[in-house]
């Protein structure tokens, strides 16, 4: 059993900056792909930023250059660096991980709840 627990979001201005972190459960795991996605009220989910394993980093272009996301393997855990924040950011966003529990052959694809971010003008 796996659980991704988000953290760091709020309120903030807009060209503030937020740091947001998530951190996976479970002592018989190993983690492979993590990312940010985030969900505006009528949009779709869109993928903010990806990290591999080997810490090869992928971004929307709509944060490329404004966010930056990390990871620290040893604690199992992903973060994302906002800075330059607009009220276009405002969302819900969240955690998701490729994780293999040992003893199976294949990974899965985990969520987190979620944190909301809200940009102000």
């Known amino acids: 059993q796996v659980q991704l627990v988000e953290s760091g979001g709020g309120l903030v201005q807009a060209g503030g900056s937020l740091r947001l972190s998530c951190a996976a459960s479970?002592?018989?795991?190993?983690?492979?792909?993590m990312g940010w996605y985030r969900q505006a009220p009528g949009k779709q989910r869109e993928l903010v930023a990806r990290i591999t394993a080997k810490h090869t980093t992928t971004y929307s272009d709509s944060v490329e250059g404004r966010f930056t996301i990390s990871r620290d393997s040893a604690k199992n855990t992903v973060f994302l660096q906002m800075s330059g924040l607009t009220p276009e950011d405002t969302a819900l966003y969240y955690c998701n991980a490729d994780i293999r529990i040992w003893g199976n052959v294949t990974y899965s694809s985990y969520w987190g709840q979620g944190t909301q971010v809200t940009v102000s003008s």
């Open positions: 479970g002592s018989r795991i190993s983690i492979y792909n």
